[in-house]
Nanobody
Framework: QVQLVESGGGLVQAGGSLRLSCAAS????????TGWFRQAPGKEREWVSA????????RYADSVKDRFTISRDNAKTTVYLQMNSLEPEDTAVYYC?????????????????WGQGTQVTVSS
């Protein structure tokens, strides 16, 4: 089993920045990729970004490209999401996810492990 714990959410004004962290524990050696998803009230869970653990390959949703940056610290088994130029539309609960396969899929059901989520609120 793998446990994921997110931190770093909060309230920020539009144009501001936040950095989310996701600390993994347990059988982290089984993880091939870690990603971030978000879910706004009344909307489906949306993929944001992902990174492969071994090679560091990254992918981003078009809506966050050039504003968000995902990175990993393999030694600490932690993944970060640096979010800049935040917009009210970025308001959501952000979830960290991990999967055993290496493909950076945007399909939530293909990710085996999930954190509890952290709230990000961007005010206009």
């Amino acid at each position: 089993q793998v446990q994921l714990v997110e931190s770093g959410g909060g309230l920020v004004q539009a144009g501001g920045s936040l950095r989310l962290s996701c600390a993994a524990s347990g059988r982290t050696s089984s993880i091939s990729a870690t990603g971030w998803f978000r879910q706004a009230p009344g909307k489906e869970r949306e993929w944001v970004s992902a990174v492969t653990w071994r090679s560091g390959i990254t992918r981003y949703a078009d809506s966050v490209k050039d504003r968000f940056t995902i990175s990993r610290d393999n030694a600490k088994t932690t993944v970060y999401l640096q979010m800049n130029s935040l917009e009210p539309e970025d308001t959501a609960v952000y979830y960290c996810a991990a999967r055993l396969g290496v493909t950076l899929t945007a399909t939530p059901r293909l990710w085996e492990y999930w954190g509890q989520g952290t709230q990000v609120t961007v005010s206009s």
